[in-house]
T-cell receptor
């Protein structure tokens, strides 16, 4: 089955700086890679996702890059703000409109230092 | 956007009792629902996948007689933790995938249930 590794487990950055979180996956058939933000005791919120037919996607301060050959993808947050502090999870699945399950990474606790 | 409602948000129960958690898709039909378990500061671990009208598919190591899943309609799935014990204490969270184009590619999560077994 799929195995998703995520690094780093914790990350602290100064407000205004950029944060980068990296994930690798093992299943070459995976083609859908979402990123979730989870605050303590809350539900995961989808913040951005990417499919294997593109290499990069951006939404305001958030961007995701995908390298299918190397089987890794990364989340980039620019101009970080205190409200970006949360736990971020990457995930991977074989999404083809069926009931494919998501395999989550181990999470990154991001702390933005004011 | 699509909304998934999960109840209760918090349960405290005595050891040996059973606890039922409900997950409802409010504005879309969910053909597939997933149940996850999350320990403090850990990732989400998939417990089972349920499709409306059929038996759930459990992940390896998850006891199907312990964690009963019912997906009787396109908008409701339930997880029952039977004869709960302290080691079952955890954050349980459901997610749903819909049938329409707008909802069948992404997962929509419930708000989670914090179960504490005394």
């Amino acid at each position: 089955g799929e195995n998703v590794e995520q690094h780093p487990s914790t990350l602290s950055v100064q407000e205004g700086d950029s944060a980068v979180i990296k994930c690798t996956y093992s299943d070459s058939a995976s083609n859908y890679f979402p990123w979730y933000k989870q605050e303590l005791g809350k539900r995961p919120q989808l913040i951005i996702d990417i499919r294997s037919n593109v290499g990069e996607k951006k939404d305001q301060r958030i961007a995701v890059t995908l390298n299918k050959t190397a089987k890794h993808f990364s989340l980039h947050i620019t101009e970080t703000q205190p409200e970006d502090s949360a736990v971020y999870f990457c995930a991977a699945s074989r999404a083809n409109f069926g009931n494919e399950k998501l395999t989550f990474g181990t999470g990154t606790r991001l702390t933005i230092i004011p | 956007g699509a909304v998934v409602s999960q109840h209760p948000s918090r349960v405290i129960c005595k050891s040996g009792t059973s606890v039922k958690i409900e997950c409802r898709s409010l504005d879309f039909q969910a053909t597939t629902m997933f149940w996850y378990r999350q320990f403090p500061k850990k990732s989400l671990m998939l417990m089972a996948t349920s499709n409306e009208g059929s038996k759930a598919t459990y992940e390896q190591g998850v006891e199907k007689d312990k964690f009963l899943i019912n997906h009787a309609s396109l908008t409701l799935s339930t997880l029952t933790v039977t004869s709960a014990h302290p080691e079952d204490s955890s954050f349980y969270i459901c997610s749903a995938k819909g049938t329409e184009i707008a909802t069948n590619e992404k997962l929509f999560f419930g708000s989670g249930t914090q179960l504490s077994v005394l």
